[in-house]
């Protein structure tokens, strides 16, 4: 099975500032790479699919990049509902696979 | 508007069984690959398993082939999950999801919470 992994684990950010996550996958996953947010007793958001495209209703703020083993997702201007955990997901090859989350937390 | 709702998560014992299933609406469910996603207690996400839209292909994270078994029905465009032998490392919000074609999860369900322990 592919591996998913992320950094940091946390990342301590104030509002308006820029963050980046990073997502690796163990093999070449191609673009097959989804972003998910999460917050507190709420089910995970889709953000990111294919390494780059926004899901329906998305911000512009939210844009990923990469391809084969590195990607990142960044969050250009932090808002405060944006304080929540991430989660990278390779669908390249069953089983799909989850990262271990960065969780944005308030500096 | 796409729809699931999770159903059939209880307290059950060790070595127990249950069947947990996904009601969809909103889409042309047969057309769609399902899935099941779970989250222990302050942990990540762990993906479970998935089904073709016909049915006729199966998937499963390799840490728990043997005792889970994906299944639909599109007549009641339901979705289901079968779990035996339950453990208590079972014990999670169980979250139904919803496929793009050929691409990521797109949609989630609320998620039914399984908690195993005697």
């Known amino acids: 099975e592919i591996v998913m992994t992320q950094s940091p684990a946390t990342l301590s950010a104030s509002p308006g500032e820029r963050a980046t996550l990073s997502c690796r996958a163990s093999q070449s996953i191609s673009d097959k790479l989804a972003w998910f947010q999460q917050k507190s007793g709420q089910p995970p958001r889709l953000l990111i699919y294919?390494?780059?495209t926004r899901a329906p209703g998305i911000p512009a703020r939210f844009s990923g990049t990469g391809s084969g083993t590195e990607f990142t997702l960044t969050i250009s201007s932090l808002q405060s509902e944006d304080f929540a955990v991430y989660y990278c997901?390779?669908?390249?090859?069953?089983?799909?696979?989850f990262g271990p989350g960065t969780k944005v937390d308030f500096k | 508007e796409v729809q699931l709702v999770e159903s059939g998560g209880a307290l059950a014992q060790p070595g127990g069984s249950l069947r947990l299933s996904c009601a969809a609406s909103?889409?042309?469910?047969?057309?769609?690959?399902m899935g099941w996603v779970r989250q222990a207690p302050g942990q990540g996400l762990e993906w479970v398993s998935a089904i073709t839209g016909s049915g006729g292909s199966t998937y499963y994270a390799d840490s728990l082939k043997g005792r889970f078994t994906i299944s639909r029905d599109n007549s009641k465009d339901t979705v289901y999950l079968q779990i035996n032998s339950l453990r208590a490392e079972d014990t999670a919000v169980y979250y139904c999801?919803?496929?793009?074609?050929?691409?990521?999860?797109?949609?989630w369900g609320r998620g039914t919470l399984v908690t195993v322990s005697s």
């Open positions: 997901q390779q669908y390249n090859k069953w089983p799909e696979t």
């Open positions: 909103g889409f042309t469910f047969s057309n769609y690959v």
């Open positions: 294919d390494a780059s």
């Open positions: 999801a919803k496929y793009f074609r050929g691409s990521s999860i797109a949609y």
